[in-house]
């Protein structure tokens, strides 16, 4: 079974630049998450889909990101204009069932680096 | 809503020694709880699950991690340490309020000694 899969793996943008990331889920997950990993923090949810419908986006910051998922398959994750604290490792989930507490497998992550 | 504590973001013991990485939730509604690591450079990768039953949970790699609902608590042990489990550990909480909801500790860097 493939697994998640993201791109690119790393990225170095100037400030105010704007930068896309891309994530294929597992086929047939219907729960899509993207998470922001701090160097030191544990990963923070940025939004989560179901299908291509937004569950939770309270934690994304929309005057800067955005984040979509067309015909509830893969999902693009945008950031503009990049600020330097968006310096970190963006993480891509997906999960099969969203009525059911299954677990969430992981992408390798986009390491972004804003200078 | 559910949170996760780790307590301890760093760990260090030696090589045969036992691990142990501390991790208390809080949930209005009966959690599922996870144990993720987190090897450098790597996405996060399943260790173990506790969803019902069994409150001694076995994973991959000789760790366990047991469920005790009076103390709010998800601590993950491994009898004997060795140099290939210095990572990151990372425990999870999961409820379901509509959808699921999934929610991260700060996380554990444990490094092991020769």
């Known amino acids: 079974e493939a697994g998640v899969a993201q791109s690119p793996r790393y990225k170095i943008i100037e400030k105010r630049q704007s930068v896309a990331f891309w994530c294929n889920p597992i086929?047939?997950?219907?729960?899509l998450y993207w998470y922001q990993q701090i160097l030191g923090q544990g990963p923070k949810l940025l939004i989560q889909?179901?299908?291509?419908?937004?569950?939770?986006d309270s934690q994304l910051p929309k005057d800067r990101f955005s984040a979509e998922r067309l015909k509830g398959v893969d999902s693009t994750l945008k950031i503009q204009p990049a600020k330097l604290e968006d310096s970190a490792v963006y993480l891509c989930?997906?999960?099969?069932?969203?009525?059911?507490?299954?677990?969430?497998?992981f992408g390798q992550g986009t390491r972004l680096t804003v200078v | 809503a559910q949170s996760v504590t780790q307590l301890g973001s760093h760990v260090s013991v030696s090589e045969g020694a036992l691990v142990l990485l501390r991790c208390n939730y809080s949930?209005?509604?009966?959690?599922?709880l996870f144990w993720y690591v987190q090897y450098p450079n790597q996405g996060l990768q399943l260790l173990l699950k506790?969803?019902?039953?069994?409150?001694l949970v076995k994973g991959i790699n000789g760790f366990e991690a047991e469920f005790k609902k009076s103390e709010t608590s998800f601590h993950l042990t491994k009898p004997s340490a060795h140099m290939s489990d210095a990572a990151e550990y990372f425990c999870?909480?999961?409820?379901?309020?509509?959808?699921?909801?999934?929610?991260f500790g700060q996380g554990t860097r444990l490094t092991i000694n020769p």
């Open positions: 989930a997906s999960s099969l069932d969203p009525s059911m507490n299954t677990e969430a497998f």
């Open positions: 086929s047939g997950h219907a729960t």
């Open positions: 889909f179901q299908n291509n419908g937004v569950v939770d």
């Open positions: 949930s209005s509604v009966p959690p599922y």
């Open positions: 506790y969803t019902t039953g069994a409150t």
């Open positions: 999870a909480v999961s409820v379901i309020q509509g959808a699921q909801k999934l929610v």
